[in-house]
């Protein structure tokens, strides 16, 4: 029994005495200088019970201390370096939120009606577009029929496909209440009888001055936003005076008039 607490005590010694020894003691921790020490009191009441001497059994308790500091020091290691793994629906929570402030940046704003008649001019840029939701630019040509005298569109082709210029505004980079402008000119608020004869609102004529038949109102909207886009807007005409030097002629003198016009009849539907 005495020689059981001599071995304890000098295994607590021989312990104190490596850890000071080995350079990197600092990072040996309180748990892995327990488990230490028992590995040692385990291995020299091992050896005690052997045929070894006493001597005998301190040397080989001092030759394979190190390799068991070295032992305990790397499982430490391995506990520190492991990483936990996060449960899968925080990450699909942190997917989705990611995904919803995306859609909320990307989401388009639009001005109101007062806002775009605050910014009309005679000079302003119509090669993009008009700015004003869906919603409000229907409101505004379903509403300037009203407003009109009886007998203008009569076919209510502005209410009608008011949607569809708003969407191919967007598309293709156009004013959509120029778009508008320009048929109410063109076609007298498309009550013009061959305007709805050849489904043409916008003017278009060939070669040899004539209106040109569409086959749909579509196509005649379709026709005019890439023209404008194409033929004008990509070649620096983006004001309403320099679209009317291409667009339609002067008058007897001289004079360009048409942008004017159409600009009148802009006003008159955001009105």
């Keep these: 029994m005495i020689r059981r607490t001599v071995l304890k005590k000098l295994a607590n ?10 350079s990197d003691c600092n990072y040996v921790s309180a748990n892995s200088a327990t488990a230490i020490v028992k590995t040692i009191e385990k291995k020299m009441m091992e050896s005690s019970r052997s045929t070894f001497t006493f001597t005998e059994t301190l040397v080989a308790t001092i030759f394979s201390l190190p390799a068991t500091v070295a032992l305990e020091t790397e499982k430490v290691e391995m506990q520190k370096t492991v990483v936990p793994k996060k449960p899968l629906n925080s990450t699909k929570k942190s997917v989705v939120a990611t995904e919803t402030k995306s859609t909320q940046k990307s989401k388009k704003e639009y001005i109101s009606i007062k806002e775009y008649k605050e910014k009309m001019n005679i000079n302003m840029d119509i090669s993009h577009p008009s700015g004003l939701s869906k919603k409000d630019f229907v409101k505004l040509a379903t509403k300037i029929v009203q407003k009109l005298p009886e007998g203008k569109d009569p076919k209510g082709i502005f209410k009608e496909y008011a949607s569809f210029i708003w969407k191919l505004g967007e598309k293709k980079a156009v004013d959509q209440v120029f778009l508008l402008g320009i048929a ?11 305007a709805i004869e050849r489904n043409n609102f916008t003017g278009h004529l060939t070669k040899e001055g004539k209106l040109i038949s ?53 006003k008159m539907i955001v009105s």
């Design 214 to 266: 569409y086959k749909t109102v579509q196509d005649n909207w379709k026709a005019t936003a890439k023209n404008l886009r194409e033929n004008y807007f990509n070649k620096g005409r983006k004001d309403l005076l320099s679209v009317n030097e291409l667009y339609c002629e002067p008058d007897e003198n001289g004079e360009y008039t048409w942008y004017t016009e159409v600009y009148e009849c802009m």
């Design 13 to 22: 010694i021989l312990v104190v005495v490596i850890l000071i020894s080995i």
């Design 184 to 194: 109410a000119k063109e076609s007298g608020w498309c009550e013009y009888y061959l």
